[in-house]
Nanobody, 114 residues
Framework: QVQLVESGGGLVQAGDSLRLSCAAS????????KGWFRQAPGKERELVAA???????NYADHAKGRFTISRDNAKNTLYLQMNSLKPEDTAVYYC????????WGQGTQVTVSS
């Protein structure tokens, strides 16, 4: 069983940066595909960025050039560096890990004011 706990969200102004963290416990995530998703009020959950077990990354168009996904296998932690934040980035951000099944964290709120 895998437990994922996100942190690092908060209230920031447009143009600011945040770094989200997702700490995993229960199993090492080095062999899992991992990602960050977000869900804004009234909208479906959507992919932000993903990273494979071998380190290949993929970004949604809205994240390209502003967000960076990374992992620290030694710390069993996934990160999302978010720069140049916009009000439309306001959402609950969830981390995700997949190996045979999907695991989700509880989410962390990111609010960007204009």
């Amino acid at each position: 069983q895998v437990q994922l706990v996100e942190s690092g969200g908060g209230l920031v102004q447009a143009g600011d940066s945040l770094r989200l963290s997702c700490a995993a416990s229960g199993r090492t995530l080095s062999t899992y595909a991992k990602g960050w998703f977000r869900q804004a009020p009234g909208k479906e959950r959507e992919l932000v960025a993903a990273i494979t077990s071998w380190g290949s990354t993929n970004y949604a168009d809205h994240a390209k050039g502003r967000f960076t996904i990374s992992r620290d296998n030694a710390k069993n932690t996934l990160y999302l560096q978010m720069n140049s934040l916009k009000p439309e980035d306001t959402a609950v951000y969830y981390c995700n890990a997949v190996l045979n099944r999907a695991y989700w964290g509880q989410g962390t709120q990111v609010t960007v004011s204009s």
